[in-house]
């Protein structure tokens, strides 16, 4: 049983405290990143860091009634949530305003909300209480479809919207299926399929197919004393062949030019430093200018003359490297890994199973956000739109990461409470 309050002294105060760095350090670039002398009074409400100071005042208040709550609740509502926010996410699609060429908004009044911010904790929720289960068995083909579905439907809904960079940070909850029982092969897969994607769209159709025949008979060449073996190798060589063909259709025809155009570019198959790699090209200048020590704050030329798009939300990062040079990157990449390395020590000490989903849930998220987000910055993954955890501007990420990190800081302050 847990009693109905922790006391305050149970929460993980390293934690917030790196919590409260990357937050104020986030604000602090965002007052730089859109810096205007004539507003520049970073508590004006009418500019992003004014606002995004709104929206870390609103985050406290969040955090007081998650630490108010009895821990239970999130385990007994984590369901509900669920089904809430599908819902939610399935209603922006009819209902939603298209911004950035993405219907993912609720507008009212003049705020404006992305349901898929909130369904990554609700997400996680549902499987940590899945997981959770007593009689639930990763290694039998129930269970496994079972997390499998809980995780694509969130994906499912969120690609129509269009916004592939949001539904692929669920591909992430894997590793938490894995954490809990899940075998490795199926990561193995997963990376071994990624890496198919890519070459089906590097090497022409054919020849990748021919190659796959290939190998496919290699093997069962080298494996012909394996009873059945070779039957289980034609079977993934079929797999792959329906793969890279689907994946040359759902690439020419389901994404949109902007999506094709940046894998593109990534790729080296195409080269548009003035068009759609604009942002990118211009985001790697202002972080090489940076050099070693950076240009100083408010200092940056790149940031001042608005050479970087969204400098403010997704490529917030560049900000940094301009300005504070390597130093001050290294610095906020440290932060950021201690922040990892700290919620995983804190997801091995509990002793509740949905606790410890819940927690490996969280640095999931949160690890592939931050190295997709700074890859994208460097021009090592394609442009996908997803934030910076905790730094970069906007109301309803920074609820979301906020809600997905306190409730499990909530649940580990009664890790030894839990039966």
């Known amino acids: 049983m847990r009693r109905s309050n922790s006391s305050i002294y149970n929460i993980d105060w390293l934690t ?32 992003r860091y004014g606002k995004q100071l709104m929206w870390i005042g609103t985050s406290i208040a969040i955090i007081a009634v998650i630490f108010i709550l009895d821990g239970s609740i999130y385990q007994t509502l984590a369901i509900p949530i669920y089904i809430a926010t599908m819902l939610a996410l399935l209603l922006v699609l009819f209902a939603g305003k298209e911004i950035a060429g993405a219907r993912s908004w609720f507008v009212i009044g003049g705020f404006s909300i992305q349901p898929s911010e909130f369904a990554k904790f609700a997400t996680a929720l ?40 949001s539904a692929l940070v669920y591909s992430s909850l894997l590793l938490v299926m894995y954490r809990e029982g899940l075998s490795g092969a199926y990561i193995f897969i997963g990376l071994a399929l990624a890496v198919l994607f890519l070459m089906s769209l590097l090497v022409p159709l054919l020849s990748l197919q021919i190659a796959l025949a290939l190998l496919a008979t290699l093997i069962i060449v080298a494996t012909r004393r394996s009873k059945g073996f070779w039957i289980k190798v034609v079977g993934m060589w079929l797999l792959s062949a329906v793969l890279v063909n689907t994946v040359d259709y759902a690439f020419n025809n389901i994404l949109e030019d902007r999506h094709r155009n940046r894998i593109n ?41 608005d050479f970087v798009p969204e400098q403010s939300t997704d490529f917030i990062f560049c900000t940094v490297g301009e300005e504070w040079g390597f130093t001050g990157s290294a610095v906020l990449i440290i932060l950021f890994m201690l922040l990892f390395f700290r919620l995983v020590q804190l997801a091995e000490r509990q002793k509740s199973t949905f606790a410890r989903a819940y927690g490996y849930a969280v640095v999931s998220i949160l690890f592939f956000h931050f190295t997709i987000n700074i890859a994208m910055t460097i021009g090592l993954a394609p442009v996908i739109g997803i934030p910076l955890p905790f730094f970069s501007y906007g109301g309803s990420s920074l609820w979301g990461f906020t809600l997905l990190l306190f409730i499990f800081l909530k649940l580990d302050s009664f890790r030894w409470e839990t039966l």
């Open 265 to 305: 570019i990534l790729l080296g198959k195409a080269h548009d430093p003035k068009g759609i790699g604009y942002n990118t090209a211009q985001s790697m200048i202002a972080i090489g200018s940076g050099g070693v020590a950076g240009k100083g704050y408010l200092n940056g030329t790149q940031t001042k003359f």
């Open 16 to 47: 917030v405290v790196l919590f409260l760095l990357l937050v104020l350090m986030g604000w602090a670039n965002i007052y730089a990143a859109v810096y205007d002398e004539e507003h520049a009074n970073i508590f004006d409400l009418s500019q």
């Open 126 to 165: 549902a499987l940590a209480s899945f997981l959770s289960k007593k009689e639930r068995n990763l290694r039998g083909l129930r269970d496994k479809i079972i997390g499998f579905i809980i995780i694509i439907i969130p994906a499912a809904l969120i690609i129509p919207q269009p916004d592939p960079g």
